[in-house]
């Protein structure tokens, strides 16, 4: 089983006609919702309100398949994150998170010990920046990544990082610790400035990391390991917006790996594996892009002929 941990929130989205919906959203939901479509064995590790909006979070993660049995829930009111479209459908957020559920995941609501069908777990987003849920996952992903495969993405939001020596220090601990570090090209410039995609991949290497991945938009995306490097084309679409198109590719990669049989802590695929990985994720991702919202298909989509 892949556990997703992190936040669950509202996404609240234009509607194309001057109007406003809230839309189920956050990283790691959005990640857990894609692999449990994608027909991997799939949990979700977060915070939940028992308002009108988390009941439909919950709601929709158990009509996806994921299981829940390591959520926690509370009073506190939904998350939320405002969407803005620039002309090419790329997404900018604005974080309501004071006070939230998301948040306020503590160490006390995670289980002392996660149950030994987990083979892999998978971080990020806000959940290494908001407290005391940054604190809670990173504990947990040290405590039990040492055996399982640990997927790391931090999906940098500049507006929510208020001290941002103290959250590169975080991400360098967990990318010790990591597996697979996926991160988009937008991460990289942010993270280290001065280089080049390539070069930054091959820092997180160096920290630890066997596996970087890097997303590039309409480029597609490239993988950094002790193999090599390896570049994917993306397939083409019409865009309608890239609102969960990362997450997606994400759980692109993790289920390619379990149906694989690859989720290991000592992962190392050859050039020609991590090119397969690549284009499966790049399809997933891309058929998520030609839909409104984080929409990301059904594995029997793709069995079809996704419609991208």
């Known amino acids: 089983m892949i556990v997703v941990c992190g936040e669950a929130l509202i996404d609240i989205i234009p509607a194309g006609d001057d109007t406003r919906r809230p ?6 939901f959005n990640t857990a919702r894609a692999l449990a479509r994608l027909g991997a064995p799939t949990a979700f590790l977060g915070r939940l309100s028992t308002d009108a909006f988390g009941v439909g979070l919950a709601n929709e993660l158990v009509a996806d398949g994921a299981d829940l049995s390591l959520v926690s829930y509370g009073p506190e009111p939904t998350t939320l994150a405002v969407a803005e479209l620039d002309g090419d459908g790329l997404a900018e957020y604005e974080f309501y998170v004071h006070g939230t559920s998301a948040p306020n995941l503590t160490l006390e609501m995670v289980p002392a010990k996660l149950p030994a069908e987990v083979n892999a777990l998978h971080i990020g987003t806000l959940g290494l920046v908001l407290e005391p849920m940054a604190t809670t996952l990173t504990e947990v992903a040290r405590r039990e990544g040492e055996h399982r495969l640990l997927m790391v993405d931090p999906n940098v939001r500049p507006q929510v990082v208020t001290d941002a020596e103290r959250f590169r220090g975080r991400l360098d601990r967990l990318v010790g610790h990591s597996t697979i570090v996926k991160a988009s090209e937008g991460d990289l410039s942010w993270l280290y400035p001065q280089l080049d995609c390539e070069v930054a991949a091959g820092r997180m290497l160096d920290l630890g990391a066997r596996l970087v991945l890097v997303t590039l938009g ?6 950094v390991s002790s193999a090599g490097t390896v570049r994917v084309a993306a397939p083409k679409v019409e865009v309608v917006d890239t609102i969960g198109a990362g997450d997606a590719f994400g759980a692109g990669v993790l289920a390619w790996l ?10 190392a695929l050859d050039k020609e594996g991590l090119a397969s990985m690549l284009v499966f994720a790049c399809l997933v991702a891309a058929v998520t892009c030609s839909r409104a919202g984080a929409d990301p298909p059904w594995r029997t989509e793709l069995a079809k002929g996704a419609p991208i």
């Open 23 to 28: 839309v189920p959203g956050g990283g790691p």
């Open 218 to 223: 309409s480029s597609g995306a490239l993988a």
């Open 258 to 267: 379990n149906d694989h049989d690859e989720l290991r802590p000592d992962l």
